[in-house]
């Protein structure tokens, strides 16, 4: 068969075909099931008939036996021929078959006759000599059997224009052991079947005498016609003739249901047929379900191995019943490895196994998982570690009951490297922007450490010219040296402390966490506020809430936030027309959501505020409204605010100026409400 062919008996096709050729079987079965029946039924009518043919024909040779026993009672006692007359007609009157009674001589010849009462004289048109030869016929062939014989029968035309068929019937007589004539007896055809035979038969069928060729003599019974006639006929074998009988019969309509054998075959093949559609209707909805079924789980498939979330459905033994493409590619093994697998599965990390485990069991004892979802450490198949984000929800079944887990996860090693790059960088940017803000301090710094150079110096030079002094006492000169030493020791700490607290600022080290005191804060930054403030002619006020309680904060961060706030602030009001300048550094402790303890930082200004253009882009990197700024301030401020939980927001000051707000948290909870 080729491949073309071969392609062409689609599925459907055939099933289709197979569908067709059960029905035609079904049809032709039950056609010839009915036709079976419908034979089987006619067999038997025709047995019936067969029988009723027979009983009829006995039934009349019983009747013509029994005639001519009556017949030869009538010659008993050798009656006188007016005595036989009354006696014929006695006789006459019981059968009407008999038409006629003669009693003859041995030469045939009449002696005495009578005719029926019930009809007119039958020979009177045709004459009795017509007859003569089947008389002659019958009695030679009576006188030779020495009992009854029959003529063959013969139509007599009538007086009234019809006739009938008539046979004659010849009984010879013996008187004292000799011949003593011959009694004839005329049989009307038709009459013999009206009364000779048994009347069940005579309602139901048409019975008649016929010829050889079919032509019928004498026909009794009711001339009606079905849709199918039964015949049957038989031959009644007389002494001298034979007659032929014919029974018809007939099926009553409605000719398909005779009997409840057809009906029931009918009704069979009926219902057969209607459970055939029925079957087929079935099938065509079964099909449509089964493709609609096929159609959904492709769709189904599909969307599962298109999706990049894993999905895992554990049941309620922790055991693994279905993992989809995106899990098994996340941890490198197939999905026949990972199905069954239970409380150890293969792409748990050694280190963690018990700790999952754990986990494991508070899930199956039917706590259920945070639904924001939780992170957690899989191993690949080759060993590596990576996180994920797990999202565990119950499986539950159509019938509402719980048969599992079902679990999505998402491999987020991706996005910790992104955060982490983002970090760094940030670090990055912060170091640099610290480095900035040094650069811009380096002539405040050179200014500031001048002060103590310059001192020293000239303690150094008054040291040099005591030494030198010859008028200059011993002990007092000692006391001179001392002094000027302990100043230029006092001013070269404080040169120290500058250059320290340049250094402490600068310094770039990791971010950590630490519980500190605002006043720790705010002391660390003043030193470098106190020489910007000195150059601008600036007051600093330091108003921090006593018993604030420390704030958990990255130190080197907080502590930049403030001194950019500062620098901003006195660099607002670096103006001319700016006559009073003053810098306030406020610590509060505020209450806020989540019952932690909140402390609120405000930097104010008397300067010149900001304008409402300015204000849309404050927080915008690199923007600056100054000649030599970066533009990175605020924008780096608010990002450590926001890592650390809290906002900056800034408002007008009064009477003037502006303030900046920030808030953080104090990680000591709140107990008062
Ligand atoms: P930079 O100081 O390098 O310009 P910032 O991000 O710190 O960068 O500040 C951005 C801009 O915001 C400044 O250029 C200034 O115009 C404005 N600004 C910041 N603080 C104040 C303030 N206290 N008063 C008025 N304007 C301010």
Not at 286 to 310: H, Q
Not at 412 to 427: A, F, G, K, M, P
Not at 530 to 547: I, T
Not at 615 to 632: V, Y
Request: aromatic share 6%; with cysteine; proline share 5%.
């Amino acid at each position: 068969m080729s491949q073309r062919w071969r392609s062409w008996i689609s599925p459907a096709w055939r099933r289709g075909s197979l569908w067709s050729v059960l029905v035609l079987l079904v049809v032709a079965l039950l056609a010839m099931l009915v036709w079976l029946a419908g034979l089987y039924e006619a067999s038997q009518v025709q047995n019936r008939l067969e029988r009723d043919v027979n009983e009829a024909v006995s039934d009349l040779h019983n009747g013509l036996v029994r005639n001519v026993q009556s017949l030869q009672a009538l010659h008993f006692n050798e009656p006188s021929p007016n005595l036989w007359s009354a006696e014929a007609a006695a006789l006459l009157r019981e059968h009407r078959e008999l038409i006629r009674l003669e009693w003859r001589d041995d030469a045939q010849r009449l002696l005495a006759h009578t005719d029926t009462p019930f009809r007119p004289p039958v020979f009177e048109r045709m004459g009795r000599d017509m007859a003569l030869p089947e008389i002659g016929q019958a009695c030679t062939t009576a006188r030779r059997l020495s009992g009854s014989a029959y003529s063959g029968s013969y139509f007599v035309p009538m007086t009234d224009g019809l006739g009938m068929e008539v046979m004659e019937m010849c009984l010879p007589l013996a008187s004292g052991g000799l011949p003593a004539g011959f009694l004839v007896a005329t049989y009307a055809l038709p009459e013999m079947l009206s009364s000779l035979l048994g009347r069940q038969l005579k309602l139901n069928h048409e019975v008649s005498f016929t010829e050889a060729d079919g032509t019928r003599l004498a026909i009794h019974g009711t001339p009606r016609r079905g849709s199918r006639i039964f015949t049957s006929q038989q031959l009644m074998d007389l002494p001298g003739t034979n007659l032929i009988l014919r029974v018809d019969s007939w099926r009553a309509a409605p000719d398909l249901f005779p009997n409840v054998l057809t009906a029931l075959v009918t009704a069979l093949a009926i219902a057969l047929v209607s459970v055939l559609a029925l079957l087929g209707k079935d099938m065509r909805r079964r099909l449509k379900a089964e493709r609609e079924l096929a159609e959904a789980l492709a769709f189904r498939k599909a969307m599962e191995d298109s999706l990049i979330t894993g999905l895992r459905a554990r049941d309620l033994q922790g055991r693994i019943t279905y993992v989809n493409p995106a899990f098994c590619q996340m941890v490198g093994f197939s999905y026949g490895e990972l199905l069954g697998q239970g409380m150890e599965a293969s792409y748990w990390p050694p280190e963690f196994v018990s700790e999952y485990q754990q986990r494991q069991a508070i899930r199956l004892a039917g706590n259920s998982p945070p639904r924001e979802g939780f992170e957690s450490v899989f191993m690949r198949k080759d060993g590596s570690r990576f996180p994920v984000l797990i999202m565990e929800a119950p499986l539950i079944d159509a019938l509402g009951v719980q048969t599992g887990w079902m679990s999505a996860f998402l491999d987020i090693s991706e996005q910790r490297r992104v955060e982490e790059l983002s970090r760094t960088s940030q670090e990055r940017l912060q170091a640099t922007a610290r480095l900035a803000t040094v650069g811009e301090m380096a002539s405040l710094l050179s200014h500031e450490l001048n002060q103590p150079l310059a001192a020293i110096s000239g303690y150094a030079a008054g040291s040099i010219n005591l030494l030198h002094d010859p008028q200059h006492a011993r002990t007092e000169l000692n006391a001179d040296l001392l002094g000027a030493l302990h100043r230029m020791a006092e001013q070269a700490e404080r040169a120290g402390k500058i250059i320290k607290s340049v250094h402490d600022f600068v310094r770039r080290r990791e971010q950590v966490r630490e519980a500190v005191s605002p006043q720790q804060l705010v002391d660390a930054i003043l030193p470098l506020v106190n020489l910007q403030a000195r150059k601008l002619s600036v007051r600093v006020q330091v108003d921090v809430a006593p018993e604030t309680p420390p704030v958990v904060c990255d130190r080197t961060m907080v502590e930049q936030v403030l001194l950019n706030l500062a620098r901003n602030a006195m660099q607002a009001m670096d103006q001319a027309h700016v006559k009073e300048r003053v810098l306030r550094l406020r610590v509060r402790l505020v209450r806020s959501v989540g019952r932690m303890k909140w402390l609120e930082f405000s930097v104010a200004d008397l300067g010149v505020g900001i304008a409402p253009d300015v204000q849309q882009q404050l927080f915008n990197p690199f923007f600056t409204t100054k000649a030599e700024g970066m533009g990175l301030g605020l924008s780096l401020c608010r990002t450590v605010v926001e890592q650390h939980g809290g906002a900056l927001v800034f408002e007008p000051n009064v009477p003037q100026g502006t303030v900046f707000i920030f808030t953080l948290p104090s990680g000591v909870m709140d107990t008062s409400a």
